[in-house]
């Protein structure tokens, strides 16, 4: 069964650090990798997904199939990069079911 | 267009109640999914539907049921509640296809007492 790991609950930096969220995930087939964030009184919502090889918000991911990774990373965090942020998969070929880590609270300090 | 909608937004129940929530994806979209998020357990998917059928089920009792309907909203029930199911219950609508975009609703929040 596939399986997403985030190990870190909590990252605190400060504003203009650099910061990265660790995903490894376990998955026998290939797999489809996103990111979902939550702000603040805000609802679940896609940031990136690694088919679309795009930069939102300043982050990017790469999907390291050698390692099993998909980490995110950003070179300046920002204030309002403060919020929790979800590593998910789904199967190929297998509907839209998503399986998440756990989450990363992020907190970007003044 | 409107975001997805999730009715009511809590509810309190007690032990051996059964409750039925009801999601309403964006217009267009036609896979309603189903997640239970607790602090211990985090984000667990339920199930999905696409065209009124059941595409996938995550791995939870029989007590937790869904169905759609033709105009693709949908609806969950829990029946014989237990206190272990006090938790947020989101929904989320893709267009269609696998492996899509969702968006999320803004959960309903189930207290069992």
């Known amino acids: 069964a596939q399986r997403v790991t985030q190990p870190e609950k909590l990252l605190s930096v400060f504003k203009g650090a650099p910061v990265e969220l660790k995903c490894n995930y376990s998955y026998s087939g290939s797999p489809e990798l996103f990111w979902y964030v939550q702000y603040s009184r805000q609802r679940l919502q896609l940031l990136l997904r690694h088919i679309s090889r795009e930069s939102i918000k300043g982050f990017t991911a790469d999907l390291n199939k050698g390692e099993t990774s998909f980490h995110l990373k950003k070179p300046f965090a920002q204030e309002e990069d403060s919020a929790m942020y979800y590593c998910a998969l789904s199967e190929r070929a297998a509907g839209n079911k998503l399986t998440f880590g756990g989450g990363t609270r992020v907190l970007v300090k003044p | 267009k409107a975001g997805v909608t999730q009715t009511p937004r809590y509810l309190i129940k007690t032990r051996g109640q059964q409750v039925t929530l009801s999601c309403s994806p964006i217009s267009g979209h036609r896979s309603v999914s189903w997640y239970q998020q607790t602090p211990g357990q985090g984000l667990q998917f339920l199930f999905e539907y696409f065209s009124e059928t059941q595409r996938n089920k995550g791995n939870f009792p029989g007590r937790f049921s869904g169905r759609q309907f033709s105009n693709s909203r949908s609806e969950m029930n829990v029946s014989t509640l237990e206190l272990g199911d006090s938790a947020l219950y989101l929904c989320?609508?893709?267009?269609?296809?696998?492996?899509?975009?969702?968006?999320f609703g803004p959960g309903t929040r189930l207290t069992v007492l």
């Open positions: 989320a609508s893709s267009p269609s296809g696998t492996s899509d975009t969702q968006y």
